[in-house]
Every structure is written in structure tokens, then in C-alpha cells.
């Protein structure tokens, strides 16, 4: 065989290479989390956070600590916009330190956390959140697109949402985003909601959570995201979804669907909030609205094999709202 064939033969099995690759890899990867020895699991929910402390950053971070370790958390899970204003610009950036490290210093905060990207950390070098190397500086963190996490009682399905939204390509302003990973971007998406719809289709989890960073019904500064409830919505409530819990609008709330048995969360009170932005639902609907704060603060879940009990903080550790459900009935609680 002459060189040129070997040269030819080399890039074949190159290009082989890379087209399994690219199949193996439109499957959203796979973790295991193991669950108390009670067979009960609990965890926290914070987002939109990333000030270096500022913005009472550090004081929630005060009582995610203390909650934390009441609870025994598992857990810790991000809902996106982890580093304010454009990302991180490298795997080194220092800002990962200085609003993430330093500030949730705390022992109980000590275990894994599980991040998405928001649009914030979109307009950063979005690589340099998903690197590997910030794990080595610090293990805590996992951030990736799209993900799954896999209890013996619950199955978390993270999805990355800031692509879904038209206004960023069609009518960005002054925003630079960086979608690298994500063009072409109707072949990417695509690929989300079919690995979604699959997982979702295959889950024996007992709970089934769905994690974005933006909200599919909200009555916020950002409101509802059209495009999610066009494309997401649907598959979560044919697979019978439990919850879908999101950050992006600066508060904490609770909405119920009329429709199904969904509920969705908005833990978003990470650190700068909006004060006094409130909104009624697009269409209606106000029945749904089961709390709505407009302060920073996080959220708790601990669920069991029947029951699960949710939990929403402000800033100085009181409980504002709280809601049970044994996937039977559900009740509320005002604080």
C-alpha cells in the first residue's frame, strides 16, 4: 500500500471516528447520585448569583449553609446565570473563585453542585464554564448543556433553554453570545428534545424534575418563554413530569398548572433581585400563582419515595412558603 492510500485509509478512520463521536455524544451524559441510607434525598436551589458576594449574595450563601446542614442536603443545584455580567472568560477566570468558591464556603455546601448555563454565562466563554479544569479547582462543580442525573427514587433531566429563545439570534442589541457547540441551531435543538423525550420516555424515577434556566410559566420581569412552552411544555406533561424548576427572573415563585400535575419553581433570588416587578400571566390564568416574592433568597426540596416538601427562604433563613405533595394531593403553606 503507497503512501497516499495509507494518508487516504488514516482519515478515514478519522472521520469514522468523529461521526460515532458525534453520535455517542447527542445523548445527554449520565450521573448517578446516590440517596440517604432512609432511602430520602434533599437538596438546595439557587440562581442567577455570580456578584463576587454583592447584592446579598454572601448572605444568602449565609443561610444556604445553615439549611444546608439542617437538612443534610445531598445536593446543591444551579439554575443558571452563574457568573455576572458575561461568563467566565477562561478555565482561570478568577471570578469562579471570587462568587463561587469563596462565597459558598460553607461545610454543608461542601457536595456536588449541578449547574446549567443562563444566557448571562452565554455571553461569556461558555467552554471555560463547561471545562473539566474548573472541577479540578474545584470538585463541586459540574455545569454541562444538557445532563441527567440519576437517584434511586428521582431523575433530574437538565436542559440548556438559553438557545431556545428567538430574541437572542434574531434581535441580540448589544449582547455578544457565544454559540459555539449550538449552530447549527435548529439541528441542536432538535437534538435536545429528542434526547428529552427519550429519557423521559425510558425514566422509572418516582419524581421526574426538569431543570432550565428559563421559565416556562412565570409572572416575573422576563415572564413566560414562548418558545418553551411551544416546544418543552408538551413533552412534560405527556411524560408526566412532577416539577420544573428554572431561574432567570430574579425571584422566588411557585405557579400550578391547571392543566396537569406540573408544578413550576423559580429559584432566582441568587443574589440581585427586582424589586416590585411583578406581572399577571399572558391569557390569565391567575389561579395558578401559589407564591410570589420579589426578594432574594433559595429554595429546598427533600423528597422520599411518596412525598416530597419544598421549601422557599429570604435572605435572613425565614421560610415564605412551603408546599407538600405525596404526587395524591397537594397543600400550602403561607409563612
Known amino acids: 500500500m503507497d503512501g497516499s492510500c495509507k494518508h487516504c485509509l488514516k482519515w478515514m478512520w478519522v472521520a469514522c471516528f468523529y461521526f460515532e463521536f458525534m453520535l455517542v455524544s447527542a445523548e445527554f451524559q449520565r450521573f448517578q ?58 478555565p482561570y477566570d478568577p471570578h469562579f473563585k471570587h462568587s463561587f468558591t469563596n462565597i459558598y464556603s460553607a461545610n454543608s455546601l461542601q457536595k456536588q453542585w449541578y449547574s446549567v448555563l443562563g444566557n448571562h454565562d452565554y455571553r461569556g466563554d461558555v467552554q471555560a464554564q463547561l471545562s ?4 479540578k479547582i474545584d470538585s463541586r462543580w459540574l455545569c454541562l448543556r444538557s445532563f441527567l442525573v440519576n437517584t434511586e427514587i428521582a431523575e433530574f433531566f437538565f ?80 411524560y408526566n413530569v412532577d416539577m420544573y424548576i428554572n431561574g432567570h427572573d430574579h425571584c422566588l415563585q411557585h405557579l400550578s398548572s391547571i392543566t396537569s400535575p406540573l408544578q413550576f419553581f423559580t429559584s432566582g433570588g441568587g443574589s440581585k433581585a427586582w424589586k416590585g416587578d411583578f406581572d399577571y400571566l399572558d391569557g390569565g390564568g391567575d389561579d395558578e400563582i401559589k407564591f410570589y ?43
Open 132 to 135: 473539566p479544569i474548573l472541577r
Open 293 to 335: 416574592y420579589d426578594g432574594q433568597g433559595f429554595m429546598s426540596v427533600e423528597l422520599t419515595p411518596t412525598n416530597a416538601k419544598i421549601a422557599f427562604y429570604d435572605v435572613s433563613g425565614d421560610v415564605l412558603h412551603s408546599f407538600s405533595s405525596n404526587q395524591l394531593y397537594y397543600t400550602y403553606t403561607e409563612m
Open 33 to 90: 447520585h446516590p440517596v440517604k441510607a432512609d432511602g430520602s434525598l434533599s437538596f438546595l436551589v439557587i440562581g442567577d448569583w455570580g456578584r463576587k458576594g454583592a447584592y446579598n449574595q454572601s448572605q444568602v450563601a449565609l443561610q444556604m449553609g445553615k439549611v444546608g446542614e439542617n437538612l443534610g442536603i445531598d445536593f446543591v443545584i444551579s439554575t443558571g446565570d452563574n457568573f455576572y455580567e458575561k461568563g467566565l472568560t477562561t
Open 159 to 238: 436542559i440548556d433553554t438559553t438557545p431556545f429563545v428567538d430574541e437572542y439570534f434574531r434581535n441580540p442589541k448589544h449582547q455578544k453570545f457565544d454559540w459555539r457547540g449550538v449552530i447549527p441551531r435548529n439541528k441542536y435543538l432538535t437534538r435536545v428534545l429528542k434526547e428529552l423525550r427519550c429519557s423521559l420516555r425510558e425514566s422509572v424515577g418516582k419524581w421526574k424534575i426538569v431543570i432550565g434556566h428559563h421559565p416556562i410559566r412565570s409572572i416575573g420581569h422576563h415572564g413566560q418563554t414562548k418558545e418553551l412552552i411551544t416546544l418543552l411544555l408538551p413533552i412534560l406533561e405527556a
